[in-house]
């Protein structure tokens, strides 16, 4: 009687010769190459997160557009509010965009907080090329 399937011993596949290439080797797990990438990424991120929260999230030069009005074609106004330091000042990016989004208009303003104010409104009326769709205060840094 010949052996069938249910009486021998399990063994790998035999593939014909060099019919399907060359069988590779298991790979080498190494665990801590992997902990350590992991570990340099994580530190590169946080520092270019830190670098760019000092250099665009300053919370002591918030600014916050209340409104914009009076779109024309010679300017729009915009009124906001910026956190600034008692006493200190604050120069503010104020710029206002097309209602395809092309910036029609640009200019920095100088907001002076009186001492034991924190929070300035301003309004400022912005000179444009043509009619501003909207009117917005993209950041603030601390004055020169």
Known sequence: MTDTSATTAPTAAMFPPGRYGRRRAPRVRRPWLVALLTAVAVLVGTA???????LYGDPLHQPEVITYTEA?????????????????ATT??????????????????????????????T??????????????VPRCRPAD
């Open 48 to 54: 270019i997160a830190g670098r760019l929260y000092t």
């Open 72 to 88: 024309t074609e010679a300017g729009i106004t915009i009124d906001f509010a910026v956190t600034v330091p008692p006493g200190g």
């Open 92 to 121: 503010c990016l104020v710029r206002a965009r097309s209602r395809d989004g092309a910036e029609v208009g640009r200019s920095e303003v100088t907001v002076r907080a009186e001492p034991g104010e924190r929070h300035v409104r």
């Open 123 to 136: 309004t400022y009326r912005l000179a444009t090329e043509r009619v501003a769709f909207l009117g917005e």
